[in-house]
């Protein structure tokens, strides 16, 4: 596989590079963006080709989940099987920004991007960029950091190209990311549960869910 790259002003993107990108997307390959904290790889959920090779790319075990992006409440709507208040009230608090939201997948989301468990981790990111190609192409995109697994993720476009050369379709270079990574929790049980602590606080959780 060759891997191109471009390049963008992460901010302000150039549309002709969000439609090349899309287009990737679309044909079933990997391409990797600059987020609000670092580089993921994205990809079509609802493509098993394209998520085999998100997959093969990080060298990842296919029994692991796939988190996906997402721009609003309406396509979590579809992908969820029900959107709770807790995850409404935390939604309303902290996006967009760094935190995934593990719930309940619906019947339409393969099975193999939870990782057979049934459960789908989602986020909406300030990314412009991811946010653009969501916009594009009126979907949800898997979205896993961009790295070999057990190895760092990449903050740079030219890192992630260094490192993942011949692994990927395209690289959308935005330059440095320098954010903090984003904080999980997981909603679907009786009580939640923080899984990984990033940008936001358990603190800050707890006291929007207070009594939820």
């Known amino acids: 596989m060759i891997t191109d790259l471009i390049e963008v002003n992460a901010e302000n993107p150039d549309p002709g590079a969000i439609r090349r990108a899309a287009l990737v997307i679309r044909e079933g390959g990997v391409v990797a963006i600059p987020t609000d904290s670092l580089y993921m790889l994205v990809a079509d959920p ?20 796939l ?14 099987s029900e959107v709770t208040v807790r995850f409404q009230l935390l939604a309303r608090r902290f996006w967009p920004g760094p935190l995934t939201i593990i719930v309940p997948a619906s019947a339409k989301v393969p099975l193999k991007l939870t990782g057979n468990t049934g459960r789908l981790a989602l986020r909406h990111t300030k990314s ?17 950091s961009a ?31 320098i954010g903090e990574g984003a904080t999980t929790i997981d909603i679907t049980e009786p009580y939640w549960k923080l899984i990984k602590q990033g940008a936001i606080e358990e603190s800050e959780i707890a006291e929007i869910l207070k009594g939820n």
Not at 50 to 57: E, Q, T
Not at 128 to 144: H, K, Q, R, Y
């Open 67 to 80: 988190p996906l992006l997402v721009n609003d409440i309406m396509m979590v709507e579809d992908l969820a």
């Open 46 to 65: 609802f493509n098993l080709s394209a998520v085999g090779k998100v997959f093969a790319a990080k060298g990842r075990e296919s029994t692991r989940s």
């Open 128 to 144: 412009v960029v991811g946010n653009a190609l969501i916009e594009f192409l009126s979907m949800p995109l898997i979205a896993t």
């Open 147 to 177: 790295n070999m697994s057990g190895v760092p993720t990449c903050r740079s476009g030219i890192e992630v190209f260094g490192n993942m050369d011949g692994r990927l379709d395209l690289v959308v270079d935005g330059g440095h990311c």
